[in-house]
């Protein structure tokens, strides 16, 4: 079986529902406080092994209770934690806002993410793709990047929160996974000065090998130097909590890719994966098996 490697954040998730956000100086009441495992290094790879791929972790929790938990929750989810250090003080954290129609909205104190280590050469031996995002020092990333990529590693770059990407660093990519915001961000446009297909085109251009641009609701268009391909959103009736929606979609493609599937096939059951995902609260705790992915496709 393919192995991935996932390098990035491992967070606490403290959630509140709430009718709508407050306007500035205003407050407003919401549900009772709920606590999540989550950070998007985690949720992919809790993703991935859940969806069918062997997976291993890089990271850093503090010496505190949530750190306990967090370790505990990758182990269940049968994450290999050998790479994930514990250090002095809190675990990183997300504060997160989810309105009645499951849009959410995030605050991220980093805490234990600061002090990710380096990749040593080694921990990529019998790796088949890196898995990375920003919500750790990018100086840490970007050398997984690069040794990945010297030892012929397949690279998956998800740069969310959205951040600018060196130059440089895009050949070493294979595939590029952005949402809109992320790819306006990066390219410097605007939303509506471009198509989606040209928004992907012109991150194609930069260098990576694919980009794969998620649309939310109006599904993900996966581009190449020659192939382009649309995949819809599967209807989902109702919406709960999209917050990991992004992250199960990564983790349902890398495992799909990893056990052999076409590109298009693997887009397809990442794809549901996301939609059952949003259809529950939470985040990792939202994240669907693989047998429930393909007992929702059956069902379409």
């Not at 990529?124 to 020092?137: F, M, R, S, T």
């Not at 990519?173 to 306006?184: P, Y």
Request: aromatic share 6%; glycine share 8%.
């Amino acid at each position: 079986m393919a192995k991935v490697m996932v390098v990035g954040s491992i967070n606490s998730d403290l959630v509140v529902q709430v009718e709508r956000y407050p306007h500035a100086g205003e407050t407003l009441n919401g549900s009772e406080l709920a606590w999540f495992p989550g950070g998007k290094g985690a949720n992919q790879a809790v993703a991935a092994s859940r969806l069918g791929a062997k997976v291993t972790m890089v990271g850093a929790v503090g010496r505190d209770f949530y750190g306990d938990e967090l370790i505990h929750s990758l182990q269940l989810n049968l994450v290999d934690i050998s790479y994930v250090k514990r250090t002095s003080g809190a675990s990183g954290a997300a504060i997160i806002t989810v309105e009645q129609n499951g849009e959410n909205r995030i605050i991220l104190s980093q805490g234990a993410n600061k002090y990710v280590t380096l990749v040593n050469p080694e921990e990529l031996d019998g790796i088949d793709w890196l898995v990375v995002q920003n919500e750790i020092p990018w100086s840490v990333t970007e050398a997984a990047i690069k040794l990945a990529h010297e030892r012929g590693v397949k690279v998956l770059v998800n740069p969310a929160p959205a951040a600018f990407i060196p130059h440089n660093l895009y050949p070493l990519v294979d595939v590029l996974v952005v949402n809109e915001v992320e790819a306006m961000e990066i390219i410097g446009a605007k939303a509506d000065e471009l198509s989606e297909e040209d928004t992907a085109r012109k991150l194609v251009s930069l260098g990576a090998k694919a980009v794969l641009l998620t649309l939310g609701a109006r599904g993900s268009l996966y581009v190449t130097q020659d192939k382009v391909l649309r995949i819809p959103a599967y209807p989902v009736k109702n919406i709960v909590d999209t917050t990991a929606a992004g992250d199960t979609f990564i983790g349902g493609f890398i495992a799909g890719v990893t056990a052999g599937k076409a590109i298009e096939e693997a887009l397809q059951f990442a794809t549901a994966a996301s939609a059952v995902a949003i259809s529950r609260l939470g985040a990792q705790v939202s994240i669907p098996t693989k047998g429930e992915v393909e007992a929702f496709i059956q069902k379409q």
